[in-house]
């Protein structure tokens, strides 16, 4: 039988420690802000071999969007919905960021 320890994992970034099931395999993490470089350590308890542990720094995306997209719909009549997306610079530059995590 396994002990709450040995169905652990944590995720450590910016003071904060967030514990997860290890059967789970994402956990969002909310509150980021943006164009922010992060460093975060995944932690896996007791796996027979000894604690595991990876770290991984990110940069979070620039906010590209200034305000909401909103609807227009000109007439109540019609069967469509039109979204007005704010300007985004052009000089933006975003990259992607997956996480991978490896099961023993």
């Known amino acids: 039988m396994f002990s709450v320890i040995d169905l652990l994992h944590s995720i450590l970034y910016n003071n904060q420690k967030v514990e997860i099931q290890s059967d789970l395999k994402k956990k969002l993490i909310t509150r980021l802000q943006p164009d922010t470089y992060y460093?975060?350590?995944l932690?896996?308890?007791g796996n027979g071999a000894g604690d595991l542990q990876q770290q991984v720094s990110v940069r979070t995306a620039p906010n590209l969007?200034?305000?909401k997209p909103t609807r227009y719909?000109?007439?109540v009549d019609e069967d469509w919905v039109t979204i007005?997306?704010?300007e985004v610079p052009v000089?933006?530059?975003v990259r992607s960021v997956l996480f991978l995590?490896?099961?023993?």
């Open 39 to 41: 460093s975060f350590v």
């Open 43 to 45: 932690m896996s308890y």
């Open 65 to 67: 969007l200034s305000v």
């Open 73 to 75: 719909q000109p007439s």
């Open 84 to 86: 007005v997306m704010p």
């Open 91 to 93: 000089e933006a530059h």
């Open 101 to 104: 995590w490896k099961t023993c």
